[in-house]
């Protein structure tokens, strides 16, 4: 994609939501390291849910200590792959304690020695906690920048290192969060709303999916649509909310 389409891009995320947040709940570095550990396969929503209830008893690393490992599973049991989550948050608390003083280090290197904290999981704390220009990839960015061309690779480092380049500088620092909620909330894996996309012009993606009622005109013409059933449901639903 030419330097001028990858600046338009992002200019148009950016005017859309000029100060993009994470959609997990936190008023901590360490509620934020924490909840990024449980992110791992897990919804954002589902994460918030289950810390909604756990920061007002623990959110400290002493408190968790103090609360166990034990207690800490019944508040994260409707978290996927909540038993060795718990031992690890219960590992990294000790860690945080004995090597950095109770505080979440800002360096790459020591936060990716915390148990459960892997590259992308150091990349959003950077990112979101210390404000370094970094862009963790996960499935949804690795979505947009395969479907759109922004970076088009086959795994999600080759992603990561990619959009680095990719993105212009002023762009990078957010980078990482317009992606992700472009594509949680409108390059959806299955139907990604291309009609009322922003950035369809500069998306190298060819089955984009078209207004309902276009994409009925098309289904009735016999033409292959993205989404047909979705299409004919919505028009449907508009059908029916107009009566
Ligand atoms: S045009 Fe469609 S495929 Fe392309 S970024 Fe927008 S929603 Fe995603």
Redesign the pocket.
Known sequence: MKLEHRTELYRRLAAINPNPRSELQYSSDFELLVAVVLSAQATDVGVNKATAKLWPVANTPAAILALGEAKLRDYIKTIGLYRTKAKNVIKLCEQLLSLHGGVVPNDRKALEALPGVGSKTASVVLNVAFGVPTIAVDTHIFR?AN??GLAPEKTADKVAAKLGKATPKEYLLNAHHWLIL?GRH??KART???WR?S??EF?A?KA??PAAGVAVTQALKGKPVASKQAAVKKVATRKSAAR
Do not use: M, S
């Open positions: 947009v479907r759109t472009h409108l390059c990604p709303e291309c996309c950035i369809t998306c993606y984009k999916t």
